[in-house]
């Protein structure tokens, strides 16, 4: 039918078995069906733990399980990760208080669990960015009406030239990790890590920086090319800053193959660097999730 789920549904809605406060998943982790009174997988849904300023440890704790870290068998290994979950906790609230939400952001609550695993070596890391906004039409009050009229026959207007053509151009640079350290024909060991330059044009900056990322890495990653993004959400969060306001961020991305949906997210007051570090976190979970490369190194991997 096309119409997009009602996450607030009984029984089937994606919020129907979710749970945020501390205490609540804690008695959740006890006895679940002291908040449930039938199994989510008996009407084909599942419970959902979510992150929030609500949170207690045991929410990033069963986020760690979830991760494969910290399975209760490990006495020691299970303190361990209740001192994770709490400093990441720590994170999570003083995140939260400068405007991000992690109820809708799985994927970066993963991530920062990953990043606080000893051996975790991300697949790039981004040196440096930049970006080029041109346009001919400086007409604000026109603008709109303008855009994608015929201005006649005159081919050398400057809206027909215009029309149709990237609006934006990044240029980013990325390092990636060197995982095969076998020396060459010539007896030569290989660099630990390599720098690659992309340049790509887009449909406005953040269009632009998209392209550019995935340009850079499907030549070391083609799982890559499975990837889209489905939604890009913006909200101001205090307005009486202007045009200095914090900018919270939010991008959806979707895996072609198997349709699978993650979500991520960033503050802050250059809309372009929140979006930028959103992107770098989408595809940064989907080498992590979807790609065959193994993301533990050795500490003189890092980089």
């Known amino acids: 039918l096309n119409r997009t789920p009602n996450q607030a549904a009984p029984y089937v809605g994606s919020s129907a078995f979710a749970h945020k406060g501390g205490l609540h998943v804690a008695a959740m982790e006890r006895s679940p069906m002291s ?6 997988t008996q009407v084909g849904n599942e419970k959902r733990v979510l992150i929030s300023e609500l949170s207690g440890r045991q929410n990033i704790m069963g986020k760690i399980k979830e991760a494969g870290f910290g399975d209760g068998s490990d006495t020691e290994n299970d303190k361990t990760v209740s001192e994770r979950a709490t400093a990441i906790l720590t994170r999570v609230k003083q995140l939260e208080n400068i405007g991000y939400t992690f109820e809708g952001a ?19 890391r981004v040196l440096d960015y930049s970006v080029q906004v041109y346009d001919y039409n400086i007409d604000s009050a026109s603008r709109v009406i303008l855009f994608g009229q015929d201005m006649g026959k005159d081919e050398d207007h400057p809206k027909n030239q215009r029309n149709g053509n990237p609006s934006a151009r990044a240029t980013i640079q990325l390092r990636t990790p060197n995982y095969d350290d076998m020396p060459n024909e010539k007896g030569e060991v290989p660099p630990l890590y390599s720098d690659q330059l992309e340049v790509a044009d887009g449909d406005g900056p953040v269009d632009a920086l998209a392209s550019a990322l995935k340009r850079a890495l499907i030549p070391s990653h083609p799982s890559l090319t499975s990837l889209e993004l489905v939604d890009y ?15 919270r961020v939010m991008i959806e991305f979707r895996n072609t193959e198997n349709d699978e949906t993650w979500t991520t997210v960033s503050v802050d007051r ?8 959103a992107l770098v976190d989408g595809f940064e979970y989907a080498l992590v999730e979807y790609a065959q490369s193994c993301m533990l190194c050795e500490d003189d991997y890092a980089y």
Do not use: W
């Not at 994927?107 to 695993?117: G, K, P, Q, R």
């Not at 372009?272 to 570090?277: C, G, H």
């Open 106 to 124: 799985d994927a970066s609550v993963h991530l920062m669990i990953l990043h606080s695993t000893r051996g975790y070596c991300p697949p790039f």
């Open 35 to 40: 908040y449930q009174h039938v199994e989510p």
């Open 233 to 247: 959400k913006v909200r101001i969060l205090d307005p009486e800053s202007a045009t200095a306001a914090a900018t």
């Open 270 to 277: 250059n809309i372009i660097s929140a979006s930028l570090n």
